[in-house]
């Protein structure tokens, strides 16, 4: 392969990395069924975290969850969907101050919405100039394993 191709396909892959989240994932951990309620093992696995993680946020406030009669947690698809969002705005770097911060605007109700938008376009910026950052770090990788495939050069 040619060094333009090379970095060609770089440019590429940083653009367009194989086995991104699809959306249809992304809905099918949103849960929009209100019929199924999981209890706390079924929920971390789903969420793909620890339960450990789960009661933390319970316990910081950023999640309510309902109990059933034997004490045990049960997550309906309002609280799962909560902390799908929670979950991904943590990986996304998103602090637990600004998270705590942002719950209690949405307990709030609808007059903090400005507010709540607010904080999300920031972070939006905030993403995007990581990601363009992470793009390029990439590419540069992805250029240097394509010129290792031709031979080691000086």
Known sequence: MEKEDALSEALRLAIDPPGTVSVDALR????DDDANEWDIATTAEHLGLNPHTLRYYERIGLVQVDRDSAGHRVYDAASVRRLVFLTRMRV???????????????DSGEDTVPERREMLLEHR?????Q????????AATEYKIATYQEGPLP
């Open 131 to 138: 990601i363009a950052q992470l793009q390029l770090s990439l």
């Open 92 to 106: 996304s770097g998103m602090s637990i101050s600004d998270l705590r911060r942002y719950i209690d605007l949405v």
């Open 125 to 129: 910026d905030t993403l995007r100039a």
């Open 28 to 31: 099918e951990l949103a849960r």
